[in-house]
């Protein structure tokens, strides 16, 4: 998905920004000024999750709420404590109710269609911003909020015209600039979109999320005023802790390119132990749910369901881990003329959370070959949106699908599966250095969750053989060709020469690899990891026999 999600549903978020003084100040001021909270006990309330009382707050309103049913204003703000209490489909439902009620509600409008976005429901979060815009139409929030919809439904060029007068409208706000930069670079505008992320750092030296986006492009080298304006940025008494840790993030590649490595990496370090702390990263239930699936997912099960499914084959599945070279792979398919590249869909996570709840994956036992049909038939309708090349496969590129590889089975039996892999080292590392907004696992947790994933690939590679392709990154830098005309006969396509020069062709890419994959395979990124070697002791540890198994699977594992 889109690597930052703007604006911030029920005004929550991982990262926030304080809008400058502007039209975007004086929008959010209106939207707030529309329906003030005018009852004493709702102030109160409100003042509870203003303070992080947040179970006291739902308490309250659900004892007001059993007296006044159809107070809007209570229902919005009980949405506001279901996202702060990690339950984002509930303020959904809770928003809807409040548009019922009172259907000029802007500022639950502007939430749901928000919350929709974040959840990956492009096209009714589309129809909200819409429906806001028909009553406010020059409102920059409204029309960024339609432009981020826009991008995740692959309508690039649409968005970038948004993005571009929101920029020309508020040269003074860094966060215009940003979803500026962001559009441009998507497109492959590389040097206007280092100049719109320049800007944004002009307007706001300490803007982390700025010098986190150069960062983010890879192929950007920090040079010393600019490790000099980072450090002069992290010593503002002001500094946000948003800011702090995104500009560590930067600092540390600033000082990768100046191959030191040791500052580098305690950088890294720094950042990754206050995200740690910030986020909810459970290891446990991955290995659980891994378990389940191997429990599962047994021939005799596979078997009798074989008859089930929707049996199109338009979908490619690229999966693995983060940081495995799947924007490579779908570089190169996209390339192909019968393959088109989408995004990274989140339509099989959804269905899986919706189908298994607190069942996990033995729920799918339940459901009847029909019901299979009709849940790849769903998944295929709403992928349908961002098909936009009438091509008759598409790529679906989403690494925590590996998760998922039992359900994509059972409801599309003839899609393709390819699964990324590269260096355990290589790739956790990779990932440790890299900002999410969601997980940031320890260097331990990470090499368990390599290994989580290498058991549950070979326990499909055992009860599907055959099923799954295996990319091996190392393989692939090492044999650019050879890999690709492999992969091409596990697709049953035929080879073109032109996946040979994915680099020239044009398309928006969206994720942190977006500027690798419009050069040439370079072999440069295999052994960087060992620059680091020192200092993780704690992950080759707990990678153990996958380590040093690699690319085999280990016995232990096999």
């Not at 040791?262 to 950042?271: D, E, M, N």
């Amino acid at each position: 998905m889109n690597r930052r999600i703007r604006p911030n549903p029920a005004g929550e978020s991982v990262l926030s920004e304080l809008p400058n003084p502007d039209s975007f100040a004086l929008a959010d001021a209106r939207l707030g000024a529309q329906r003030p909270l005018r009852k004493p006990r709702l102030q109160h309330i409100a003042a509870y999750l203003q303070n992080d009382r947040i179970e006291l707050a739902r308490n309250e309103l659900t004892k007001y709420l059993a007296k006044n049913p159809d107070d809007t204003d209570a229902i919005g703000l009980l949405a506001r404590t279901a996202v702060r209490l990690g339950h984002p489909g509930e303020a959904v439902s809770l928003l809807a109710r409040c548009l019922e009620l009172a259907p000029d509600f802007a500022a639950a409008r502007y939430n749901r269609a928000a919350l929709l976005l974040q959840r990956g429901e492009f096209r009714a979060a589309l129809g909200e911003a819409d429906r806001l815009l028909s009553g406010d139409g020059g409102n920059p929030l409204f029309r960024q909020l339609k432009a981020n919809i826009l991008a995740m439904l692959g309508e690039y060029g649409q968005a970038l015209e948004i993005f571009a007068r929101l920029a020309d409208e508020n040269p003074k706000h860094a966060g215009c600039w940003l979803g500026y930069g962001d559009a441009l670079r998507a497109m492959g505008f590389q040097e206007k979109s280092i100049a719109a992320y320049r800007t944004a750092i002009a307007c706001r030296p300490s803007f982390g999320l700025g010098w986190w986006a150069l960062a983010d492009m890879k192929t950007v080298r920090f040079d010393e005023a600019d490790i000099t304006a980072m450090q002069e940025a992290l010593k503002r008494p002001d500094l946000t802790a948003d800011n702090r840790i995104l500009l560590q993030f930067a600092l540390g590649k600033a000082y990768e390119d100046l191959r030191d490595f040791q500052k580098s990496f305690a950088q890294y370090a720094k950042a990754n132990a206050v995200l740690r702390l910030r986020t909810n990263f459970d290891l446990e239930s991955v290995t659980v749910r891994v378990t389940a699936n191997k429990a599962l997912f047994t021939p005799e099960f596979l078997q009798s369901r074989s008859d089930g499914g929707c049996k199109k084959p338009d979908p490619i599945f690229i999966l693995g881990l983060p940081r495995s070279g799947s924007t490579l792979l779908e570089q190169i398919l996209s390339s192909h003329s019968a393959i088109e590249g989408t995004a990274e869909l989140p339509y099989i996570e959804a269905i899986a959370a919706r189908l298994e709840g607190r069942e996990g994956p033995e729920a799918l036992r339940k459901l009847e070959p029909s019901a299979l049909a009709a849940l790849g038939e769903e998944y295929l309708e709403k992928a349908r949106a961002h098909r936009k090349l009438g091509r008759p496969f598409f790529i679906d590129k989403k690494p925590r699908n590996f998760l998922h590889v039992g359900l994509i089975h059972l409801i599309l039996p003839k899609a393709k599966i390819i699964d990324a892999r590269r260096h355990p080292a290589a790739c956790c590392f990779s990932m440790f250095k890299s900002f999410h907004s969601n997980t940031h696992p320890r260097l331990a947790e990470l090499g368990r969750y390599y290994c989580d994933n290498v058991a549950l690939m070979a326990h499909f590679d055992r009860v599907l053989p055959g099923r799954i392709h295996r990319v091996i990154y190392e393989s692939l830098v090492s044999d650019p060709e050879g890999e690709i005309r492999r992969l091409f006969a596990y697709l049953g396509l035929p080879f073109e020469e032109r996946c040979l020069r994915f680099h020239e062709t044009d398309r928006a890419v969206r994720t942190p690899s977006s500027e690798q994959v419009r050069q040439p395979i370079s072999g440069a990124a295999v052994e960087h990891w060992r620059h680091y070697e020192p200092w993780l002791g704690a992950l080759i540890k707990s990678l153990g026999s996958v380590m040093a198994a690699y690319p085999s699977v280990p016995e232990d594992l096999g």
